[in-house]
């Protein structure tokens, strides 16, 4: 079964507008951190923001906020203000702490491009 | 933020060769390193979990005498693709974990790109 499941293969975004990337997320667990990464075309993945299971309230970045849902299992980023920059792949990921050690999974990642 | 790099960026080589793949990070020590391979418009796929001074972790399907890993010090981790074949060509990017109170996150090095003919 899938960890983590990103249903947008692709969004657009007109430039300075505000998006919201979905990502749920499958786990037993109650200890596991979910992150978010950019991979521009250069094939670089860039941290943006971290999501701990335990922490109540939600985790911000600049542009980048993180709509944590503990209940529904959903870790949606949202970038407010788009930028033209912003045209990349984003990955959804997450850390699961269990009695085997530590997984970190990704998802299969959504296409933003960002329209001037 | 935190940089890790990655040498060689890219790599060409005959089938049969074995190719060597640094993972640094320059700011921080890691104890836990993380390898993937990422195939053209796919996500990353965990290969192994490198922990210094002990052997890595590997994911199941991957085979651990074909990708050899060692963590030799808590800045660097390198990966020995043996006998590389043409089915082994593959972007790989390696990670270092960095844990600041509990605040934790992973750090990528920017990709080895290698085509085995």
Known sequence: AQKITQTQPGMFVQEKEAVTLDCTYDTSDQSYGLFWYKQPSSGEMIFLIYQGSYDEQ?????????NFQKA?????????ASQLGDSAMYFCAMREDNNYGQNFVFGPGTRLSVLP | GAVVSQHPSWVICKSGTSVKIECRSLDFQATTMFWYRQFPKQSLMLMATSNEGSKATYEQGVEKDKFL??????????????SAHPEDSSFYICSARRDIGIQETQYFGPGTRLLVL
């Open chain 1, 72 to 80: 529904r299992k959903s870790a949606n980023l949202v970038i407010s």
């Open chain 1, 58 to 66: 939600n985790a911000t970045e600049g542009r980048y906020s993180l």
């Open chain 2, 69 to 82: 890993i060692n963590h030799a010090s808590l800045t660097l981790s390198t990966l020995t693709v043996t």
